[in-house]
């Protein structure tokens, strides 16, 4: 893949820790924008959804640092 991609990742996901799948993949994507998401866990989705659409919207908008 060479498309810009957000990967978003909390750091405290005991179901998929974050060494096991988001830092891998971002080895993978070239386009990436990686974020590890400071003591989220793996609902964040749900239980953190107004950072996680700032987040999105931010990258949408190409806004934010490449990683």
């Given amino acids: 893949m060479d498309v810009p ?5 909390g750091d ?3 179901i998929v820790p974050i060494a096991d799948s988001a830092l ?3 080895k993978l994507v070239k ?3 990686l974020k ?3 003591g989220r866990a793996h609902g964040m989705c749900t239980t ?3 950072q ?3 987040d999105l919207l931010t990258f949408l908008k190409g806004e934010g640092p490449r990683v």
């Fill in 12 to 14: 405290d996901d005991q």
């Fill in 24 to 26: 891998l993949s971002a």
């Fill in 52 to 54: 996680v659409n700032e």
């Fill in 5 to 9: 991609t957000l990967i978003l990742h």
């Fill in 48 to 50: 953190h959804k107004d």
């Fill in 36 to 38: 590890g998401l400071q």
């Fill in 31 to 33: 386009g990436r924008h």
